[in-house]
């Protein structure tokens, strides 16, 4: 703690030596977990000289010089938890990618039942670009609903929600898909706060069956199969977020990803023939009774199957029967007078 030429923030040396994000490595030094010279500095803004300065975390010393920068783009799949760790044993997403060597870390989240693109790396400050809200990196996701979406529902998901005493509004929303019960909507964030479709969704009663991210700025999961991942260069990272390493945008413009599939204008052609998608008969398949309503959904099936079955066979005995009487009762037949073929027999 020396040269104030030389410091930085020790959340910043955190960062840069891929242990975790910035925000994360905050907590760490919160919690006590970070020691500099063998002493717990629970202190944010603390600055360090990484010259001269020890640094550990959790007991382990950190070495940025030994540290390669990696940077991973990913498909997630659903019912994949989106840390390093999961305490419930659930798989994540290091299970994904248990080859890479380098200690990296996903940047933001997705949550449990979403899937799509996720960044991993190990570089703090290109972290730092995509997650912080003032260098508005655009995301694109494709979410699934129940139920049809009019004019009307779909200026009340363009207008947002609050959230946390924080209004947020998406900085787009189409249409991009009618199924016969289902809606498939485009939306485009600036920041990107936890779960935030979901709960802009939920404040206007629509309930999600399906979440996707597709793109990240210029970056996108299109080619890369769930669960797979592929390699980048910081390079080709800044090159598809349109910025420069200290995140100054490259171009007049943000790059975004500019979608193959078109916009269906509810207003002209109005909505699907079927239960508008604010209608409180989905919200047994809201996030929380979810998995619930699937189960009692194939335990209904499963009754019905068995029903199903056992009037099969039932059917079939009882026609079974049907054929052995009739054969029993010609077996078992009078001759009559004037049958040849009796009087031959007799």
Known sequence: MTLESNQIRLQKYIADAGITSRRKAEELIVQGRVKVNGMITALLGTKIDPTIDVVDVDGSIIDPASVDQVYILMHKPRGIMTTRNDPEGRQTVMDLCKEVNERIYPVGRLDYLSEGLLLMTNDGDLANLVMHPKYEVIKVYEVKVFGAISEGILKKLRSGAEINGTKVVP????????????????????????????????????????LKRVAIGGLTVEGISPGGYRYMTKKNVLDALGMKTDGTPKFDSPIEYQSPKKTINVKIKGPQPTTLADDRAFEKFKRETYFETLKNIKETKAVAVVKERKEFFAEREAMHQKRKARKEARLNRVPQKGNVHAQIVK
């Open 171 to 210: 900085k787009s929303v189409r249409v991009i898909s009618q199924l016969p019960t289902k809606t498939w909507i485009e939306f485009r964030l600036g920041e990107g706060k936890n779960r935030e479709i979901r709960k802009i969704c939920e404040s206007h009663n629509v309930v999600v069956d399906k």
